[in-house]
């Protein structure tokens, strides 16, 4: 069974300007979560989906970053205008909702923004 | 709040060591969910291990075992016979209510040959 699909694995942008992350979710998931990862720390989440609904988008920073799952599968995370301090891994990861639910995880895309 | 304290930043061991990773958490709820996640330096995050707060049976696989004792809030992670492919960042997460994750800070385990 294929895992988390993200792309592009690295991203190296100028600042003030934008960049798009893409993330597939493992086949039958119906809830999708993107999170940031700096350096030397854990994951934090940034959005949970379920289905195409965003149920969970407090932490998102609403004035530079967007994101959307249109047809409850694939996700897009947008950030516009990137800033320095956004370079940092963004982690998709995908689950089946439930008391059992876990959360798998995609290989991360690397941003750095210069 | 719900809170993960990992509070080894890096531990070194020599390969064939048996190694022990700490894990503190904080939380009000009765029902919560612990979990171990490995990340290679790959970057990928792997998924060790899930256990809910009722079931405080510890578990075993392999040359890995984990700890997890409600009296002390903590769930920890033991590598028996580790191995250079046991070089990673462990982190220790907790859910709630709701399906976020709170991570602790990691801890970077490095084992030499």
């Known amino acids: 069974e294929a895992g988390v699909v993200q792309s592009p694995r690295y991203k190296i942008i100028e600042k003030k300007q934008p960049v798009a992350f893409w993330c597939n979710p493992i086949?039958?998931?119906?809830?999708l979560y993107w999170y940031l990862q700096n350096l030397g720390q854990g994951p934090e989440l940034l959005i949970r989906?379920?289905?195409?609904?965003?149920?969970?988008d407090s932490q998102l920073p609403k004035d530079r970053f967007s994101a959307e799952r249109l047809k409850g599968v694939d996700s897009t995370l947008k950030i516009q205008p990137a800033e320095l301090g956004d370079s940092a891994v963004y982690l998709c990861?995908?689950?089946?909702?439930?008391?059992?639910?876990?959360?798998?995880f995609g290989p991360g895309t690397r941003l750095l923004v210069l | 709040a719900q809170k993960v304290t990992q509070a080894q930043t890096e531990i070194s061991v020599v390969e064939k060591e048996d190694v022990t990773l700490d894990c503190v958490y904080e939380?009000?709820?009765?029902?919560?969910?612990l979990f171990w996640y490995k990340q290679p330096p790959s970057g990928e995050l792997v998924f060790l291990i899930r256990?809910?707060?009722?079931?405080?049976q510890n578990e075993i696989s392999g040359r890995y075992s984990w700890n997890f004792q409600k009296s002390t809030s903590s769930f920890n992670f033991t590598i028996t016979a580790s191995q250079v492919v046991d070089s990673a960042v462990y982190f220790c997460?907790?859910?709630?209510?709701?399906?976020?994750?709170?991570f602790g800070e990691g801890t970077q385990l490095t084992v030499n040959p």
């Open positions: 939380t009000r709820d009765t029902t919560y969910y």
């Open positions: 989906y379920e289905n195409e609904e965003a149920v969970d």
């Open positions: 997460a907790l859910r709630t209510s709701g399906s976020r994750l709170t």
């Open positions: 990861a995908s689950s089946f909702t439930g008391p059992k639910e876990t959360q798998y």
């Open positions: 086949s039958g998931h119906n809830t």
């Open positions: 256990r809910n707060s009722f079931d405080e």
